[in-house]
């Protein structure tokens, strides 16, 4: 149900006397937000199997093959560091700490 802006200055039908987004429609008007937002910027598909000494390990379109003792935050390190690339990364090692963008300081 899509609501028009002239909805929102309506009663509510529930009787409390308030407005739409001041009583039900307030959670309705949170979820909507919240669902755009995750439309905006969807979570990566991650698929993980172990398959013989390796975990498969399945990001969006790309599939890695990893060692079996490879932590999940350590893996989301290194695909990090792919999707950087190597002259990013190594350009920002060449700089000092204070102008090293803030995503290679968390990664040491």
């Known amino acids: ?4 802006e002239s909805e929102f200055n309506k009663e509510c039908e ?3 006397g308030l407005k739409f987004g001041e009583c039900c429609g307030k959670v309705l008007i949170q979820m909507a937000e919240e669902a755009a ?3 905006k910027f969807p979570s990566p598909r ?3 199997t172990k398959f013989g000494k390796y ?7 790309k599939t890695l093959f990893r ?4 932590h999940l935050h ?3 390190v290194k695909v990090l560091i792919l999707t950087l690339g190597k002259s990013w990364c190594k350009a920002q090692r060449e700089k000092v700490p204070e102008e090293q963008h ?3 300081r968390w990664i040491g």
């Open 1 to 4: 149900m899509i609501l028009k």
């Open 14 to 16: 529930c009787g409390t």
């Open 37 to 39: 937002y995750r439309e």
């Open 46 to 48: 991650l698929i993980s």
């Open 55 to 61: 975990r498969v390990r399945a990001v969006w379109n």
């Open 67 to 70: 060692p079996l003792t490879e």
């Open 74 to 76: 350590e893996f989301i």
């Open 102 to 104: 803030i995503i290679m």
